[in-house]
């Protein structure tokens, strides 16, 4: 597996999985578009709830899955913390030693933070996991009509960070051969900061070298075909409508719970 | 499809000097041509401007001047009209150096399709084209095939495949063969042929390697470093009228290839290894005034027989690295070697031979202490340990760096990876700084930088930054620094990987210097020159194994060990 491609061999082929990567696309912005209107603990609560039990139907394997939502979960706790901490104190207080002080308001919003944070990132890891990059390309170029230039340049450069993987490697076996990166920290710092200089000098190079010889195979032009035939199916309608249901309800709930403010008012 | 230059030239951003300048060329449909020329000659400029990618418009990437035509259409203005015709069907397909960067796609079948539907190619045409393709260029390997998984000759193959698949109607090959083993570019250079022979379509090759080429081309065509075009003919008449200077100047002339340089009798130095150890000696000879001081006592300072303080160099043929058991591979998937049992020892050079992908350069890692084997041992011999007073224990993959550059140099297979230093002659200062060699005086770090400088034909070059210098020089400068801290043993990784003649001659003649002194040398390589003319012993690795094999002639590494 490489840095930024999944091995899709590994995934299930469920409605979610199969489906067009631009109706993933669009099921995902309903749901972060919604959660990013309001913090609040029902509305986030009741979408992590809704995404949970519609992970089993998106084929991505558990382990593969709980490795790329873990790194959610952290960053949910970490802002839980911070806010259950450091957030505006409301209602009574139940903790105080110092600067910190905890207190029923600041629990509530700290939990309301970390929901948001995984119903956020959980459609967005779902998207990820169940992509193939190539075929997202495929699909933003003919399904959502994006122009084919950007579209190309950014699969091939999402092709070459790979490169830059296996270059950093080699960067660093060559700097240990030439006797450096045993000073401590600092020495281990600066060496590291000169192998990130000499990897940018590397691919610009290889930029140049790649950006020629796509011109040279013809890209550029104004019109192209394409070999992978990207258009949306029935089925794909399933998805944004699970985007749209999951968003509708939790916002209902939201609401109908008194909880639901919009953050710009 | 023709060619026509007149006055062409191209100059660069950024650079004073021309690439190429008061071209004159005229290239008849269906012609085939082998490019040649020394090193900076502007070769691959010209293909790169054939293939209509140089754009000397404001804001391009250099300016150019006089005419260079495709069908009499401006050459940038030919590459667009075959986009806009819907024939797919290019005028020109280029291939260049770096397979590595020429890589778009993240599967192999998308990769080859990329071209195809630039040139608006209808979907139902695309697959069958990439399969024929794909089997054409011998890459018989699934569509899906992750790109990342190819070795660099499955790339340079893959790269091929994307420019074929477009049928263009004239080919330019820049060094299609540098990074393949020697079956394998034999067989490229007949895919070509049996492509042109069935399209009639043209070719301009750039390789250093004449004869791979003799049987397919019908014209020779050298360009003048100085600009312009030194000669042309047929290949018969190019090499008798020019053989000799085409030879001096780098180019691989069949009938000229290197002699073994390699005495068999260890007693009897070869007469390079004779100008090695002697530098003063040798510029003296070439009339040059020398900066080298404290050289007169016979041992050159590269050489290292001088021999610091406390430094005790092993005996000829003595061990210094003992392979038991090793297995070698990526940390993914099953290891491309097992079972590997070998000895590398002191004043004795081992080639390591085998096809694309088979494991030499993973080999290469774990003998110079630099990847980990994942079954069996690497150890260090005494007197490998004892080199320097340092507490090195007897694996060298648990060495911190000092210790082991002060006692295994490598050498990577792309030199810009080894550059740490603003500077020529301080890239060669590196090494030595980090042993804490002092500065001045007698073996100082200033000295050595000198002498490496001299021997490496640098000097003129030590203030200039190490990423802008040519191929061949970033070469021999990434072989000194390897050299500057006087390791027992030298690792190198395709040292003399698409170098021109001239420079595969210095480097022999700078590993067989190390030899004679008394350094290990391993190199993995497909050079089978190198291996004639350096090696003592090959270790040949196909299929999983390695195979030991001492070179008939060479002084036997085996029965004189201490």
Redesign the interface.
Not at chain 2, 41 to 69: P, R, W
Not at chain 2, 199 to 219: F, I, M, Q
Not at chain 2, 266 to 281: G, L, Q, R
């Given at each position: 597996m490489s840095l930024l491609a999944p091995d899709t061999s590994a995934l299930r082929p469920t409605v979610v999985s199969r489906a067009n990567p631009a109706a993933k696309l669009a099921a995902a912005a309903a749901v972060t578009v919604v959660l990013l209107l309001s913090v609040d603990v029902v509305t986030a609560g009741t979408a992590v709830l809704l995404e949970l039990l519609v992970l089993p139907w998106c084929g991505v394997a558990l382990p593969a899955l709980a490795r790329r939502l873990a790194i959610i979960a952290l960053a949910a706790v970490l802002a839980s913390v911070s806010t259950a901490f450091f957030a505006v104190h409301s209602g009574t207080s139940l903790f105080s030693f110092g600067p910190l002080e905890l207190s029923t308001g600041s629990l509530i919003a700290a939990a309301a933070i970390g929901l948001r944070i995984v119903a956020v990132g959980t459609p967005g890891v779902v998207l990820l996991a169940s992509t193939d990059p190539t075929e997202l390309g495929d699909s933003l170029a003919q399904v959502v009509h994006l122009p084919h230039r950007f579209v190309m340049g950014g699969l091939a450069a999402l092709r070459l960070a790979d490169v830059l993987v296996d270059e950093w490697r080699q960067l660093g076996l060559a700097r240990r051969a030439r006797g450096l990166g045993d000073d401590g920290v600092v020495g281990r710092l600066r060496t590291g900061g000169e192998q990130a200089f000499s990897l940018l000098v590397l691919s610009v190079r290889r930029a140049a070298v790649l950006a020629t010889a796509m011109e040279a195979r013809g890209f550029g032009g104004s019109r192209r075909t394409w070999a992978r035939p990207s258009a949306l199916r029935p089925s794909d309608v399933v998805v944004v409508a699970g985007g749209v249901v999951i968003a509708a309800a939790a916002t209902t709930a939201g609401v109908v719970a008194g909880t639901w403010r919009l953050l710009l008012s | 499809m023709s060619l026509e230059a007149r006055g062409f030239g191209w100059r660069w951003n950024g650079r004073e000097a021309w690439a190429v300048r008061g071209l004159d060329l005229t290239v008849a449909d269906g012609e085939r041509i082998l490019l040649l020329g020394a090193s900076g000659a502007g070769k691959s400029t010209l293909l790169?401007a054939a293939?209509?990618?140089l754009d000397g418009s404001d804001g391009g990437t250099g300016e150019s001047e006089g005419i260079l035509e495709i069908d009499g259409v401006d050459a940038p203005a030919a590459?667009?009209a075959?986009?806009?015709d819907s024939a797919g069907l290019?005028r020109?397909?280029?291939l260049?150096q770096?397979p590595?960067?020429?890589?778009?796609?993240?599967?192999c079948g998308?990769d080859v399709?990329?071209?195809?539907?630039?040139?608006?190619?209808?979907?139902e045409e695309?697959?069958p084209r990439?399969d024929v393709a794909l089997a054409e260029v011998g890459l018989p390997v699934d569509r899906a095939r992750?790109?990342?998984h190819l070795s660099g000759g499955q790339r340079q193959r893959l790269?091929l495949a994307?420019?074929m698949a477009?049928r263009p109607q004239l080919l330019l090959l820049d060094e299609p063969t540098a990074m393949l083993d020697p079956a394998g570019a034999a067989r490229l250079a007949e895919v070509v042929k049996e492509r042109l022979d069935a399209s009639g379509a043209g070719c301009l090759v750039v390789e250093h390697r004449v004869s791979l080429w003799l049987d397919v081309v019908t014209r020779v065509v050298v360009l003048a470093p100085a600009g312009g075009v030194l000669a042309d003919g047929t290949p018969h008449e190019v090499i008798a009228a020019r053989g000799e200077e085409l030879a001096a100047a780098g180019v691989w002339v069949p009938g000229l290839t290197p002699r073994r340089l390699r005495s068999s009798s260890p007693s009897a130095a070869p007469p390079s290894a004779v100008i090695m150890k002697d530098p003063a000696s040798r510029a003296a000879r070439e009339g040059r005034s020398t900066l080298i001081t404290g050289a007169e006592g016979g041992s050159g300072l590269i050489t290292g027989a001088e021999g610091r303080v406390g430094d005790e160099r092993a005996a000829p043929g003595q061990a210094l690295l003992t392979l038991a058991g090793v297995s070698a591979g990526h940390r993914s998937g099953d290891p491309v070697l097992t079972g590997v049992d070998a000895v590398v020892r002191a004043g004795r050079a081992v080639a390591v031979r085998g096809p694309n992908g088979a494991g030499k350069s993973t080999l290469a890692?774990v003998l110079?202490g630099?990847?980990a084997p994942r079954a069996g041992s690497v150890t260090a011999s005494p007197s490998l340990r004892g080199l320097a007073d340092d507490g090195a224990g007897d694996q060298p993959l648990r060495w911190?760096?000092?210790q082991?550059?002060?006692r295994?140099?490598?050498v990577?297979q792309?030199p810009?990876?080894?550059?740490?230093a603003r500077t020529v002659a301080d890239e060669l200062a590196?090494?030595p700084r980090?042993?804490g060699v002092a500065e001045d005086g007698p073996d100082g770090v200033g000295e050595r930088v000198e002498e490496l400088l001299e021997r490496l034909r640098l000097t003129r070059l030590a203030r200039a930054n190490p990423?802008t210098l040519s191929g061949g020089e970033q070469r021999r400068l990434s072989v000194g620094?390897?050299l500057a801290?006087r390791p027992a043993s030298l690792v190198l990784d395709e040292p003399t990987f698409g170098q021109d003649a001239a420079t595969w001659a210095e480097l022999a003649e700078l590993l067989l210097g190390v030899i004679a002194a008394g350094t290990a040398v391993v190199a993995a390589t497909h050079d089978d020159d190198l291996t004639a003319a350096i090696a003592d012993e090959t270790w040949h690795v196909d299929h999983g194994r390695l195979v030991v094999t001492a070179v008939p002639g060479a002084a036997s590494p085996c029965r004189d060990a201490a």
């Amino acid at each position: 597996m490489s840095l930024l491609a999944p091995d899709t061999s590994a995934l299930r082929p469920t409605v979610v999985s199969r489906a067009n990567p631009a109706a993933k696309l669009a099921a995902a912005a309903a749901v972060t578009v919604v959660l990013l209107l309001s913090v609040d603990v029902v509305t986030a609560g009741t979408a992590v709830l809704l995404e949970l039990l519609v992970l089993p139907w998106c084929g991505v394997a558990l382990p593969a899955l709980a490795r790329r939502l873990a790194i959610i979960a952290l960053a949910a706790v970490l802002a839980s913390v911070s806010t259950a901490f450091f957030a505006v104190h409301s209602g009574t207080s139940l903790f105080s030693f110092g600067p910190l002080e905890l207190s029923t308001g600041s629990l509530i919003a700290a939990a309301a933070i970390g929901l948001r944070i995984v119903a956020v990132g959980t459609p967005g890891v779902v998207l990820l996991a169940s992509t193939d990059p190539t075929e997202l390309g495929d699909s933003l170029a003919q399904v959502v009509h994006l122009p084919h230039r950007f579209v190309m340049g950014g699969l091939a450069a999402l092709r070459l960070a790979d490169v830059l993987v296996d270059e950093w490697r080699q960067l660093g076996l060559a700097r240990r051969a030439r006797g450096l990166g045993d000073d401590g920290v600092v020495g281990r710092l600066r060496t590291g900061g000169e192998q990130a200089f000499s990897l940018l000098v590397l691919s610009v190079r290889r930029a140049a070298v790649l950006a020629t010889a796509m011109e040279a195979r013809g890209f550029g032009g104004s019109r192209r075909t394409w070999a992978r035939p990207s258009a949306l199916r029935p089925s794909d309608v399933v998805v944004v409508a699970g985007g749209v249901v999951i968003a509708a309800a939790a916002t209902t709930a939201g609401v109908v719970a008194g909880t639901w403010r919009l953050l710009l008012s | 499809m023709s060619l026509e230059a007149r006055g062409f030239g191209w100059r660069w951003n950024g650079r004073e000097a021309w690439a190429v300048r008061g071209l004159d060329l005229t290239v008849a449909d269906g012609e085939r041509i082998l490019l040649l020329g020394a090193s900076g000659a502007g070769k691959s400029t010209l293909l790169t401007a054939a293939a209509g990618v140089l754009d000397g418009s404001d804001g391009g990437t250099g300016e150019s001047e006089g005419i260079l035509e495709i069908d009499g259409v401006d050459a940038p203005a030919a590459r667009l009209a075959a986009l806009e015709d819907s024939a797919g069907l290019a005028r020109s397909g280029l291939l260049l150096q770096d397979p590595q960067a020429q890589t778009v796609l993240a599967r192999c079948g998308d990769d080859v399709a990329f071209g195809l539907e630039n040139h608006s190619v209808p979907r139902e045409e695309i697959w069958p084209r990439v399969d024929v393709a794909l089997a054409e260029v011998g890459l018989p390997v699934d569509r899906a095939r992750p790109t990342a998984h190819l070795s660099g000759g499955q790339r340079q193959r893959l790269a091929l495949a994307g420019v074929m698949a477009l049928r263009p109607q004239l080919l330019l090959l820049d060094e299609p063969t540098a990074m393949l083993d020697p079956a394998g570019a034999a067989r490229l250079a007949e895919v070509v042929k049996e492509r042109l022979d069935a399209s009639g379509a043209g070719c301009l090759v750039v390789e250093h390697r004449v004869s791979l080429w003799l049987d397919v081309v019908t014209r020779v065509v050298v360009l003048a470093p100085a600009g312009g075009v030194l000669a042309d003919g047929t290949p018969h008449e190019v090499i008798a009228a020019r053989g000799e200077e085409l030879a001096a100047a780098g180019v691989w002339v069949p009938g000229l290839t290197p002699r073994r340089l390699r005495s068999s009798s260890p007693s009897a130095a070869p007469p390079s290894a004779v100008i090695m150890k002697d530098p003063a000696s040798r510029a003296a000879r070439e009339g040059r005034s020398t900066l080298i001081t404290g050289a007169e006592g016979g041992s050159g300072l590269i050489t290292g027989a001088e021999g610091r303080v406390g430094d005790e160099r092993a005996a000829p043929g003595q061990a210094l690295l003992t392979l038991a058991g090793v297995s070698a591979g990526h940390r993914s998937g099953d290891p491309v070697l097992t079972g590997v049992d070998a000895v590398v020892r002191a004043g004795r050079a081992v080639a390591v031979r085998g096809p694309n992908g088979a494991g030499k350069s993973t080999l290469a890692l774990v003998l110079a202490g630099l990847a980990a084997p994942r079954a069996g041992s690497v150890t260090a011999s005494p007197s490998l340990r004892g080199l320097a007073d340092d507490g090195a224990g007897d694996q060298p993959l648990r060495w911190r760096p000092r210790q082991l550059v002060a006692r295994i140099g490598s050498v990577f297979q792309d030199p810009r990876h080894q550059f740490v230093a603003r500077t020529v002659a301080d890239e060669l200062a590196v090494g030595p700084r980090r042993l804490g060699v002092a500065e001045d005086g007698p073996d100082g770090v200033g000295e050595r930088v000198e002498e490496l400088l001299e021997r490496l034909r640098l000097t003129r070059l030590a203030r200039a930054n190490p990423f802008t210098l040519s191929g061949g020089e970033q070469r021999r400068l990434s072989v000194g620094t390897a050299l500057a801290t006087r390791p027992a043993s030298l690792v190198l990784d395709e040292p003399t990987f698409g170098q021109d003649a001239a420079t595969w001659a210095e480097l022999a003649e700078l590993l067989l210097g190390v030899i004679a002194a008394g350094t290990a040398v391993v190199a993995a390589t497909h050079d089978d020159d190198l291996t004639a003319a350096i090696a003592d012993e090959t270790w040949h690795v196909d299929h999983g194994r390695l195979v030991v094999t001492a070179v008939p002639g060479a002084a036997s590494p085996c029965r004189d060990a201490a």
